[in-house]
């Protein structure tokens, strides 16, 4: 996967910026941090033989430095007001909400989303899993410390579920539609933060582990946009429906393993009290399911129109194989779940 040792060494310090903001006792190391993930991630997603990956990288570089710049006024503001050392102190709403807008503009969430589906449609998909995933791990981390529910987070997390939702019922592109689901589950992941680090940790891994899935199965494949589904007849069918059922489980369908974070995010902010806003983030999370099932149906028939005149892209047998068996830990992981907690 990486035969240029730049590249190898970008990845390194991609991973020790986001291990020294999380590690950081003050938010000037965490700002650092940031700043080494940040320069560490633009020289990994030009590529010569993909024309939008310079905009894409252009794109993401400006909104990061108007994040990260916001982030040091704030923490340096907020120290000199205090006459204190720049360390975690318990700032007031005003400090608060700048420092937490910043980070949810460095994750992508509602309404701080503009630039998200853009620099995902000019990634490649290890790229694209990147900025998805590991990208949020630190300012998430970060969020953490000083997120509590109040008019802000309600906004914010209501906000991030109904532009993830339908943000994506119009998109052809995979990438985009996947961005969007990523705005969606960002949303639900901050609701996830006021019920305790477990709870969005736990969602996070599930996640990750979802995406990955997807975006295997779909550089396997070569796909890129959605009418390219229909060229996935020529494969066996198992590989289309490991496809289909991982999408339906990132979408949090109730038998999969997707569900399994949600449900743990609806009873924990269910005993919270906060019951208005768990049916605003149910209902608007039907609408994902709403097109991720468009997406599935032809799929799911048995009669089912081929294009002729498409040739398909036939991966190897090793990389598919893999994909199958990702999938089906995500089709089968919520009864292993259930069977392994029931036993124990």
Known sequence: MIHNPTKLLFYLTLMSGTLLSISSSSWFGAWIGLEINLLSFIPLMTSSSNLMSTEASLKYFLTQALASATLLFTVIFASMTYSLPSSFIPFNMFFNTLINSSLLLKMGAAPFHFWFPGVMEGLNWLNGFMLMTWQKIAPLMLLSYNFSFDIFAATIICLSVLVGSLGGL???????????????????????????????????????????????????????????????????????????????????????????????????????????????????????????????????????????????????????????????????????????????
């Open 170 to 344: 119009n998109q052809t592109s995979l990438r985009k539609i996947l961005a969007y689901s990523s705005i969606n589950h960002l949303g639900w992941m901050t609701a996830a933060l006021l019920t305790g680090e477990n709870t969005w940790n736990m969602y996070f891994m599930v996640y990750t582990f979802l995406t990955a899935t997807i975006i295997l199965m779909l550089h396997t494949f070569g796909l890129s946009h959605l009418n390219q589904t229909f060229s996935l007849n020529s494969i066996p069918p198992i590989a289309k429906f490991s496809l289909f059922f991982s999408l339906l489980s990132l979408g949090g369908l109730p038998p999969f393993l997707g569900f399994l974070p949600k449900w743990i995010v609806i009873q924990n902010l269910t005993e919270m009290g906060l019951k208005l806003l768990v049916t605003l983030m149910v209902v608007m999370t039907l609408i994902t399911l709403f097109y991720y099932l468009r997406m599935s149906f032809s799929a799911f028939m048995l009669i089912y129109t081929e294009n002729l005149w498409t040739t398909p892209h036939t991966p190897p047998s090793s990389p598919l194989f893999f994909s199958v068996l990702l999938a089906s830990l995500s089709t089968f992981g919520l009864p292993i779940c259930s069977l392994i907690f029931y036993v124990l």
